[in-house]
Nanobody, 120 residues
């Protein structure tokens, strides 16, 4: 089994910053990529950022220039630094990992989600 656990969410004022963390644990053989998505009420699931095992990064248009994804491969942890937060960034944020377990199976795993609220 593989688990992803997020931390770092909360309430912040517009213009402020937060850093989310997500650690993968369990029967991990290797991690192909990890990333962050979010979902706000009434809106579709949205890609924010992905980082691959080769440190290639991809960002969603709405967060380019404001959010930065990074990772600590030794700790199986991915971070999302969020700057210049706006009220429209308010959402539940989910960590995602494309991970190969020791069984040899590669699958997509998700964290339980963490709430970020940006007040105006």
């Amino acid at each position: 089994q593989v688990q992803l656990v997020e931390s770092g969410g909360g309430l912040v004022q517009a213009g402020g910053s937060l850093r989310l963390s997500c650690t993968a644990s369990g029967s991990i053989l290797s991690i192909n990529a990890m990333g962050w998505f979010r979902q706000a009420p009434g809106k579709p699931h949205e890609l924010l950022a992905i980082i691959t095992r080769n440190d290639t990064t991809t960002y969603g248009d709405s967060v380019k220039g404001r959010f930065t994804i990074s990772r600590d491969s030794a700790q199986n942890t991915v971070f999302l630094r969020m700057n210049s937060l706006k009220p429209e960034d308010t959402a539940d944020y989910y960590c995602h990992g494309n991970i190969r377990s020791i069984s040899g199976r590669t699958a997509d795993y998700w964290g339980q989600g963490i709430q970020v609220t940006v007040s105006s």
